[in-house]
């Protein structure tokens, strides 16, 4: 079979990467070709867009890239109409997805989303455009299952959160020493991970460096992003006691002791690595007060939107400050504090349950 599977940036590249590991293993012969990162092109199959050419975040920075945004849908169409898929599966990314999702459908292809839309974050009219376009909806985490069938009468699949897989899969495939093959002394790690965006990193990573000078006993270690250089990140270190470790950042986490986030999947992934952690967040002050009046959520974390309570300390726009980041961070390597959010995650953990959700997504997908 054919399959068409498009991902817009690196968490969506993982995911993707892991779904077809399981496809290839199911049906050997897949003729595959998507839209994703590095990850996926290691499996297989045929890259046509990397999601670094794709990630455009927020309102602000959506308006500025319009055109650009509007010859990649249009070329997406092309592409998937040349090579007409058995298939398409989206992975998340919604704002791009959708539309190509209606669009789809209309073909009379066969629609299949892996990693629903945050409707139930914001946008929650888009319920009508899914149960339109989209064919089978798989989900991943626990309450999703009911706000779609218990209130919006849309039967999707629970599947479980891919993310358990694929930290199993690196545990069980650790070889090297980290701190020989990086060059790091023994002091613990504090992991700084900017995101993957450089509109985030601009924003978050100077921030965050900051306390580095107030703490000699650690070493900290910024999570650099494939799709960027090395030159790139130099421009913002400043100090002496800051390493660079690209494209790696789960052997990072694996071995930190403490780690400042920026909101997103990282979150959960930290969570999960069983790191204390603060979760940061600024964005472009337009784009932050449109988002404020349209999300509906007590949390902007993973970790907490999971629990329904506040696991991990939360530090958004003008919180997001030296001042605030050094007082939590004495939280975090507090031996007490850390204490209780460590037995949180392994609650977050169980709450998830077990792995194998990109075999089950396979196997549904080959059902329908």
């Known amino acids: 079979m054919k399959y068409y599977i498009i991902a817009g940036e690196a968490s969506g590249d993982l995911h993707g990467s892991n779904l077809m590991k399981a496809l290839f293993k199911a049906e050997p012969e897949a003729d ?38 509007l010859n990649n849908i249009d070329l997406c169409k092309k592409d998937i109409k040349k090579f007409n898929p058995d298939v398409i599966i989206f992975i998340d990314y919604p704002g791009f997805n959708m539309r190509i ?26 319920i009508k455009a899914i149960k339109r376009d989209v064919n089978q909806m798989y989900v991943i985490l626990p309450f999703e299952k009911d706000f779609y069938e218990k209130k919006h009468h849309f039967p999707v699949h629970y599947v479980g959160h891919p993310l358990l897989d694929a930290i199993a899969e690196f545990k069980n495939s650790v070889t090297i020493d980290f701190r020989e093959k ?24 100077n921030e965050m460096l900051q306390i580095v000078n107030d703490y000699p006993q650690f070493q900290f270690v ?3 992003a494939p799709s960027l250089t090395e030159t790139y990140y130099q421009t913002f270190i400043k100090q002496e006691n800051v390493k660079l470790i690209i494209n790696d950042t789960y052997n990072l986490l694996n071995n930190a002791y403490a780690a400042i986030v920026t909101s997103g999947t990282a979150t959960l992934e930290t969570a999960l690595f069983q790191v204390p952690q603060i979760v940061v967040y600024k964005g472009n002050e337009m784009s932050y007060q ?3 009046r349209i999300i509906k959520l007590k949390y902007i974390s993973l970790v907490n939107l999971i629990m329904d309570e506040p696991i991990v300390t939360e530090l958004i726009q003008k919180e997001c400050n030296t001042f605030t980041i050094k007082q939590e961070f004495e939280k975090v390597i507090n031996n007490e504090f850390r204490g209780k959010m460590l037995v949180k995650y392994r609650e977050l953990s169980e709450k998830l349950g077990g792995g194998g959700a990109s075999e089950r997504v396979v196997n549904i997908i080959k059902k329908f």
């Not at 839209?35 to 890259?47: E, I, N």
């Not at 002394?185 to 990573?205: N, Y």
């Open 32 to 69: 595959v070709r998507f839209w994703g990162g590095d990850l996926m092109q290691k499996v297989g199959g045929t890259l046509v867009k990397h999601y670094k050419d794709l990630a455009f975040m927020g309102f602000a920075e959506v308006l500025a890239n319009l055109k650009t945004i």
């Open 101 to 126: 999702a209606q669009w789809a459908k209309k073909q009379g292809f066969d629609t299949h989303y892996y990693i629903s839309p945050q409707i139930w974050a914001w946008k929650e009219g888009r």
């Open 290 to 292: 449109i988002a404020k």
């Open 182 to 205: 990086y060059k790091l002394d023994e002091r613990p790690i504090i992991a700084l991970l900017p995101g993957s965006r450089t509109q985030e990193i601009t924003r978050l990573l």
């Open 222 to 224: 910024i999570a650099g």
